[in-house]
Structures are given as structure tokens and as C-alpha cells.
């Protein structure tokens, strides 16, 4: 049974800064593709951010470059999105997922790209 499990949302002023937290456990390694989406009311969920397996090569959204930062702690299998200088656009439910087993170099940046899916965590940036 794979479970991951958002943390970190919440309500924050414009520049500000959030850091989320996905926790893994099951059989997702430490070593698994990871990617952060988000959906806010009315859209469509989108790509924010992910890391390829192994941990060596992470991609952002360009709204988010330069803002978001994913990192990785192996020893506790847990994945974080680190946001900074926040805007009212970046509201939205946050999601983690994960991709299955082995899978290159690649950060994948669809939601069919991935296997399982946390629960999500919201985040409001007000102005």
C-alpha cells in the first residue's frame, strides 16, 4: 500500500514563504520520480515542479522558477517544495505524486505520468 501525505499548507501574505511536505511510505523508495501539481477552483491541475529519480535533476513551471525549489531527505522519504515570494496566483490545493519503479533521468510533468497521488494540501496567498 503506497501513501503519501501532504503538509505544510496554509494561509500566508503575498511574499511570503510556504514549505511543503510529502511524505512516502509503502513501496515507493526514496529514489522514485516525484512531481508537485496544484488545482485551483475552475482549472485544470498543473504541473509545479518535479524531481527524477534519483534525485539529481529537478524542473519547474515557469511560474515558479526561481520561486519554488524541490529538495529531498532520503533518510525520512520525504519530498519538499519550498516556496518563496508567493504571490495571490499561486493559490491553489497542492499535490504530490509519484511514478512506479525506475525511471531514468526524466522529470515528468504530466499527471498521466504518475502512479499515485496524495491527498493535497491547501495553499492561500492573499494580496
Known amino acids: 500500500q503506497v501513501q503519501l501525505v501532504e503538509s505544510g499548507g496554509g494561509l500566508v501574505q503575498a511574499g511570503g514563504s510556504l514549505r511543503l511536505s510529502c511524505a512516502a511510505s509503502?513501496?515507493?523508495?526514496?529514489?522514485?520520480?516525484m512531481g508537485w501539481f496544484r488545482q485551483a477552483p475552475g482549472k485544470e491541475r498543473e504541473f509545479v515542479g518535479g524531481v527524477a529519480w534519483g534525485g539529481d535533476n529537478t524542473y519547474y513551471a515557469d511560474s515558479v522558477k526561481g520561486r519554488f525549489t524541490i529538495s529531498r531527505d532520503s533518510a525520512k522519504n520525504t519530498v519538499y517544495l519550498q516556496m518563496n515570494s508567493l504571490k495571490p496566483e499561486d493559490t491553489a490545493e497542492y499535490y504530490c505524486?509519484?511514478?512506479?519503479?525506475?525511471?531514468?533521468?526524466?522529470?515528468?510533468?504530466?499527471?498521466?505520468?504518475?502512479?499515485?497521488w496524495g491527498q493535497g494540501t491547501q495553499v492561500t496567498v492573499s494580496s
Open positions: 505524486a509519484a511514478r512506479r519503479g525506475y525511471s531514468g533521468n526524466h522529470v515528468y510533468t504530466r499527471t498521466y505520468e504518475y502512479d499515485y
Open positions: 509503502g513501496s515507493i523508495f526514496s529514489r522514485n520520480a
